[in-house]
Every structure is written in structure tokens, then in C-alpha cells.
Nanobody, 127 residues
């Protein structure tokens, strides 16, 4: 069973930065691609970005490209989402998710491809 716990959310002014962390309690964490998703009130969940199992491949939604960076530390079983130049429209609950297929050399963007999810962390960006 994979458990994911996000942290690092909070309230920040527009233009500010936050770093989210997602800690995984699974021995084989380094085998899984990881994704970040978000859901704003009244909106559907959307893909933010993801990182391959090795960290060599990252993919970002156009809305965050150039502002957000995903990285991972397999020794710490943790994936990070560094968010810079935050905008009010980035306000949402952010979720990390683990792709169940090991050693995948791509980053999948559909939420249905991810079997394991964290509980989410709220990010609020004030204008």
C-alpha cells in the first residue's frame, strides 16, 4: 500500500513562492513516476506536472510552465513542487499522485492513470 502525504501549502501573496512536498511511505518509491494535480473550487481536477521515476523527464501544464518546477529525492522518498511567481488563479488544493506502473519512461497526464493519491494541501494566492 502506498501512502502519500503532502505538506507546504499555505497563503501567499501574488508573485510569491511556495514549495510543496510529498512524502511517500513505500520502499519502491524510486520506481514510480509522480504527478501533481490541483483542483480549484467548482472546477475539475487538472494536471499540473509530473516527473519520471528517475527524475530525468518532467512535464508541465502550459499554465505553469516556466513558473513551477518538479523534482524528486529518491533517497528521501519525496517529490517536490516548487511554485514561483504565483498567481491568484493558482489557488487550489494540490495533490500528489503515484503512477502504479513501475519504471515508466513517460509522464502520464490523466488522473485516472494514477492509483495512489495524497490527501491534498491548500494553496491560496491573494491578489
Amino acid at each position: 500500500q502506498v501512502q502519500l502525504v503532502e505538506s507546504g501549502g499555505g497563503l501567499v501573496q501574488a508573485g510569491g513562492s511556495l514549495r510543496l512536498s510529498c512524502a511517500a511511505s513505500v520502499r519502491t518509491f524510486s520506481s514510480f513516476a509522480m504527478g501533481w494535480f490541483r483542483q480549484a473550487p467548482g472546477k475539475e481536477r487538472e494536471f499540473v506536472g509530473g516527473i519520471s521515476w528517475s527524475g530525468g523527464i518532467t512535464y508541465y501544464a502550459d499554465s505553469v510552465k516556466g513558473r513551477f518546477t518538479i523534482s524528486r529525492d529518491n533517497a528521501k522518498n519525496t517529490v517536490y513542487l516548487q511554485m514561483n511567481s504565483l498567481k491568484p488563479e493558482d489557488t487550489a488544493v494540490y495533490y500528489c499522485a503515484a503512477d502504479p506502473q513501475p519504471l515508466l519512461s513517460i509522464v502520464r497526464r490523466r488522473g485516472d492513470d494514477y492509483d495512489y493519491w495524497g490527501q491534498g494541501t491548500q494553496v491560496t494566492v491573494s491578489s
